[in-house]
């Protein structure tokens, strides 16, 4: 099997919704301390990951958790690509599709 060749569209796609709302990226550290917080703009959102905007100068974390503004859950998240000041994540478990209407019913109410 040759290994450059290229990898098939994923078969399953989720709506993806702007969310342009505040959030944080929170590092990880050592025994699971959550002491380094990064502000962050989270410009889209789907059941599966998000795209974030944060500083091109501050390097993100690998794994992290996401938290959005006016929820106190935090999701655990991938880091899957960087291009300047846009970082696309993805979560590590899907979240609840009512969770994710809960979000944007927010986004609709501020």
């Known amino acids: 099997m040759h290994l450059d060749t290229a990898h098939p569209e994923p078969e399953q796609a989720y709506r993806e919704f702007a969310l342009d709302r505040p959030g944080k990226v929170i590092f990880v550290g ?3 301390s959550t002491a380094t917080q ?3 703009l989270i410009r889209s959102i789907t059941l599966a ?3 974030l905007e944060v500083n091109a100068g501050i390097e993100m974390p690998n794994n ?3 938290e959005i ?3 106190h859950d935090e999701i655990g998240a991938t880091l899957v690509k960087r291009e300047g000041d846009l970082a696309t994540i993805s979560f590590n478990m899907l979240i609840n599709p009512e969770f994710l209407h809960h979000v944007l019913r927010l ?3 501020s």
């Open 30 to 32: 050592h025994h699971l």
């Open 64 to 66: 992290f958790f996401l």
């Open 69 to 71: 503004l006016g929820i």
């Open 49 to 51: 990951g998000a795209t």
């Open 38 to 40: 990064l502000r962050c």
């Open 107 to 109: 986004s609709f109410e």
